[in-house]
């Protein structure tokens, strides 16, 4: 264990449990109504892009239905499904005040590709590549790998199929294009972003219990080539209030050609 | 048999199953607690995470301190949002921390240096290094993939120990 931990441990404000309180007065304010019925989890809102990567495990489904068709041509005009996507796309979270979140507006930049998967992401400080089943991480110059268990690395190599409403993963087309199949996102008409002509694409996701909250998620995308311009989401507890939102902008996003100095990008050397 | 009397004894039993979860894992939830918020919001934090654990006790998993803790972070991260005071509460960690030989100051430094690390990424530490998790539950706690928890942890540690470096 390193010194940061050691200290970590020796700074633990709790080292022996508590007394524990009676249970007598929580129970007094259980009620006895059925639970409702069992949901996924619902992941939290985690909106840097090098976080993205490597979660969000809900199923997928098969890709079909209205919508699909459009973004297939779309992802024609963008370049097809092969080749590296290329995203730059700066983050930004706000308080339920308003306020911007301590730490939030970073850009973080990633290069992916599939068969095999593999990619490469990072931020000001912070860089992360992934390749066969191993995770290499640098950060002040120093490289680190970690081979994933078998249960991580089909989680990962899944990613496209795992990505969620609220997270726009490592390619955000087919993303968009399953939420669509899956009815978990709606056109919902246009809008103008920076003088651009932009789709609206819209869902949202129901608290799970009371005192979690509601979340409402817009896309924006490009009206013509469906290439993704934002992603927002608003946090609204059942009374109403506001528990945050979340801003991504998509700075850039471009399908780069195959090319030896292209699949460079793709790692951590 | 009417289906009030049917579900008594259902009811009764999911009881049981409250208490004994409340039992085996509420001084460590309220650890976990009072570790982020302090004595004086920790049983409340308490209470709250194991009213939603009774409102979701179908979702609770065999393994439940993981899920609770999961339910506790957020039942402290809506309470901290709230009251916009999460830099000092970290803070303040540091004076709660048994005055040992010169390493008040020290440690005032750490929780300093706590603060300023991204949430998420502080939250990888004090699982490993406050509630003892080992990677695969800690992950559970947070709510992502043990890949994505190692990540998290590395990024966090030489974060941490490049703030107290700076600091130096």
């Not at chain 1, 209030?241 to 998509?250: D, I, P, Q």
């Not at chain 2, 208490?19 to 939830?29: D, Q």
């Not at chain 2, 709230?82 to 030989?101: D, F, N, Q």
Request: hydrophobic share 40%; with cysteine; aromatic share 4%.
């Amino acid at each position: 264990m390193n010194d940061v931990t050691d200290r970590l441990r020796a700074a633990n404000p709790v080292k022996e449990p508590p007394a524990l309180p009676p249970v007598e007065p929580l129970l007094a304010r259980l009620t006895d109504a059925p639970p409702p019925p069992r949901r996924t989890h619902r992941r939290l809102l985690v909106p840097a892009l090098v976080i993205t990567m490597l979660v969000a495990i809900v199923v997928g489904s098969e890709l079909r239905g209205p919508g699909v068709d459009v973004v297939a041509e779309a992802r024609a005009a963008l370049g097809g499904s092969g080749g590296i996507v290329h995203v730059v796309a700066r983050e930004e979270r706000r308080n339920p005040d308003g306020t911007i979140v301590e730490g939030s507006g970073t850009t973080s930049e990633i290069w992916s590709a599939r068969d095999p998967l593999r990619f490469r992401v990072h931020d000001d400080t912070f860089e992360a590549a992934y390749f066969d089943g191993v995770v290499t991480t640098r950060e002040d110059g120093k490289l680190q790998s970690t081979r994933l268990d078998e249960a991580g690395r089909r989680a990962t190599e899944d990613i496209d199929r795992n990505t969620g409403l609220l997270q726009p993963g490592r390619d955000p087309v087919p993303v968009i294009q399953r939420l669509l199949a899956e009815g978990k996102l709606e056109p919902a008409g246009t809008t103008d972003l920076r003088g651009r002509k932009a789709q609206r694409l819209v869902g949202s996701e129901s608290a799970p219990d009371a005192r979690s909250p509601g979340v409402e998620v817009e896309y924006l995308v490009d009206a013509r080539t469906y290439a993704p311009l934002q992603l927002s989401t608003k946090a609204t507890l059942s009374d109403g209030r506001s528990a945050g939102a979340s801003k991504l902008t998509f700075l850039q996003y471009e399908r780069l050609p195959r090319t030896a100095a292209n699949e460079r990008l793709l790692t951590l050397k | 048999m009417n289906s009030v009397t049917r579900a008594r004894p259902n009811a009764a039993g999911e009881r049981e199953r409250f208490v004994a979860l409340y039992e085996s894992h509420g001084a460590a939830v309220l650890a976990y607690a009072r570790r982020r918020v302090g004595a004086d919001e920790a049983d409340d934090v308490l209470a709250e995470t194991f009213l939603v654990a009774w409102r979701r006790r179908r979702e609770v998993p065999d393994d439940a301190l993981p899920w609770l803790y999961a339910v506790a972070g957020n039942v402290v991260r809506n309470r901290l949002r709230a009251e916009r005071r999460r830099g000092a509460l970290y803070a303040r960690m540091a004076s709660t921390v048994p005055p040992a030989a010169g390493e008040a100051a020290q440690d005032l430094k750490l929780g300093e240096a706590l603060a300023r690390l991204k949430a998420i990424d502080r939250e990888a530490l004090l699982l490993t290094a406050w509630e003892g998790l080992e990677p695969e539950r800690a992950a559970r706690a947070a709510g992502c993939s043990r890949a994505t928890f190692h990540v998290r942890l590395h990024r966090a540690r030489t974060r941490l120990a490049q703030a107290l470096e700076e600091q130096r």
